[in-house]
Every structure is written in C-alpha cells, then in structure tokens.
C-alpha cells in the first residue's frame, strides 16, 4: 500500500479561505489532495472526524428524518431528498430500500468519516461526509430544514473517532474491484452464462468468475443482447422519457455505494456539456462529454429480458446506468423497451 504524502492542513485551509465559492472537489484537485483530506484540515475548526462503521451508521441516519443523500463519480452526480428506511447491512453488502433513498453500500469501502459544519451568513449548513482509502467521496447526507439535530448531535457522539488530528494518510492508487484478466475468454463461455442468466445480479459473479470488466462484456457478448447507440443518445432517452412519461430507474455509483433513482422524472436541462434532471427530490448531473461509449444492454431473466443504457468512460469505467421502472418478478415494461430500441444505433462496432 503506497500512502499519499502529508500536506500542511493550514496551508489546506488558507487555500480554502481564498477560494471561498470552489467546490471542495474542484479546490482538492487544485491543491493535489484528496478531498478527506481538504475536510480533516478543518477537525476542530467546523469538521469532526466519526467512525465510518455502516452497521452503526445506518440505524442513527435513521432518526435523521428528512435528509439529502449524494453519491457522485467523476462524471455524474446523484442527489435525493428522502428518509432513511428498510436499512439492513452485513459484512460486505448493506442495502437502504426506502420509498426515496434507495442505496447499495459496500462497507469495506468505507475509510473515513466526517461531520462538517460550515456557516452562510446566519444558516449552519451540516453534512456528514465518508470517504473510502484513497481519499475519494464514497457518500455524502446533507441535513435539511426538516431534520433531527438532536439526531444529528447523537450520531456524532455515538461514532466520534479518538483520533482528531488535522492530517489523515490515504492511499495513492485507485482502487479496483477485482483482477481482470489480460486475455479476454472466449466469447462463447460468456455468452454461454450471460444467456443462462434468470436474474440481473447473477452477471456480477459471471463477470467476476471470468475475471472481466463489465465494458469488456458488452463489447463480446454479441449485438443480439448489446449494441452501441449514437452519443447524443442518452439526452434524447431522457427527454423521450419525459414526454412519453415513462418512469426510468437512474443508477450513479462510487466506489462504495450506489444511489438509485426510480419513478418519472420532469424536467431535462441542458447547460454546457452537462445535462440535468432537475426535479423536486431528485436531481441528475451527467456530463456528456466524458460518456466515450454509450450501450443497450439486454440481459435475461425469468421474467423476460431486461434492457438497460449504460454510459462508460474513457477508462472504460460505468459513469450512469439507466432502465425502466420495474418490480422484481415481473415483465420489463413495453414503453421503455421500445424507447431503447429504437434510439439511433452506431453502425460501427469496434472490440475493445
């Protein structure tokens, strides 16, 4: 394990004071830090250093109440307003199944916490905020006018961290999921499995077993259950879904839990590369430039296949996966089946 050098947290938060309107994110990547150590330069000046122990976590995010939830990767940002409900968790898997805040967590990803105070004029904005090892945003709860600041003031108490110092060591390199392989199988044993599939969250262990990513899956499963669409695709999916009033489910993940949207959406805004999903509860920024490849995927279960768009980046990595609204142990809906198919298709098809 290689750990990132140690920067000054005063020079972290002179750097802060002169740029008082840059986000967090944008200023870390200005000073070369990572953004849990932008936040533990402030222990004791607004920020509180907390256990990120999920297990624990979740039942006291609970008595929160109202909240905003937010999980981004370098392309998208998710944000909902909901309550914490239907929270289970075990070793390496925690689900939250509420009506709003729907998440898929994986605790082991989760390195550190905190609680941050920040004054606007006469307001106290609050958040909580955890991080994974190399430093990078995993989720982020923003309190609201509507909750629980005994709740809040509990939850600190009950995970404060013993240590408090104002410099934290994290990891340089990035973290991966799993050891993929060099040499790609044969595209018959995958499609072998993909075809045998019954449930959606059986490809997970497929891909795992046949050490692959899920980009390199979808460029030798075959055109009959993948195919690249043209890039403007997904802005032209999510105003279909508007007009047509199709309700999708819009995932965004980190690299220790996804945040799930389901239900229609309202309003679609375009505003430079970004395009936004800007609706009472859930909002969606996404920017388009970095979507380098955009795919329909068609995977089998015993209901019918499911069809999903999946935008990938650069580095092949999944930025946003859309589907349609669907409840487990029944068939995909035929609006959002026909909207996929028929967005425009790219002709040429290269194998990563």
């Not at 907390?50 to 999980?71: D, K, R």
């Not at 600041?149 to 991966?176: G, S």
């Not at 965004?252 to 430079?272: A, E």
């Amino acid at each position: 394990m290689t750990v990132q050098a140690v920067r000054a947290p005063e020079v972290i938060r002179r750097a802060r004071n002169e740029n008082p309107k840059m986000r967090e994110r944008d200023l870390a990547l200005k000073l070369g830090v990572s953004e849990a150590e932008l936040v533990a330069a402030h222990i004791g000046e607004g920020a509180t250093r907390i256990e990120p122990n999920v297990a624990a976590l979740l039942p006291l995010l609970e008595a929160l109440g109202e909240v905003m939830v937010l999980t981004r990767n370098e392309s998208a940002v998710h944000e909902k307003v909901g309550v914490y409900e239907k929270c289970s968790s075990g070793a390496q898997h925690a689900i939250v199944l509420g009506r709003d805040i729907d998440l898929r967590i994986f605790p082991g990803r989760w390195a550190f916490g905190f609680a941050v105070e920040k004054r606007d004029g006469d307001t106290v904005r609050r958040s909580l905020q955890f991080f994974d090892a190399t430093g990078d945003a995993v989720h982020k709860v923003h309190l609201r006018p509507k909750s629980n600041l005994y709740a809040y003031q509990n939850l600190i108490e009950e995970l404060l961290h013993p240590e408090q110092d104002q410099q934290i060591e994290v990891q340089v390199e990035k973290i991966v999921d799993d050891v993929v392989s060099e040499e790609l199988p044969a595209a018959d044993l995958l499609r072998e499995r993909w075809s045998a599939m019954t449930d959606v969250h059986q490809l997970f262990n497929i891909l795992r077993k046949l050490k692959l990513t899920r980009h390199q899956a979808v460029h030798l499963i075959g055109e009959d259950y993948a195919w690249r669409l043209e890039e403007d695709a997904l802005t032209t999916m999510l105003h279909e879904a508007v007009s047509g009033e199709v309700p999708i489910m819009c995932f965004v993940g980190s690299s220790g839990c996804i945040q799930i949207h389901t239900g229609p959406i309202q309003t679609v805004k375009p505003m430079g590369p970004w395009i936004n999903i800007l609706d009472p509860g859930f909002n969606l920024h996404l920017r388009t430039d970095h979507v380098k490849e955009l795919w329909a995927v068609r995977k089998p279960t015993r209901d019918g296949h499911v069809t999903s768009m999946e935008a990938y980046g650069a580095d092949g990595q999944l930025i946003a996966q859309f589907f349609g609204e669907r409840l487990e142990g029944r068939a995909e809906r035929d609006d959002w089946r026909a909207m996929v198919e028929g967005l425009p298709r790219l002709e040429c098809r290269q194998v990563a």
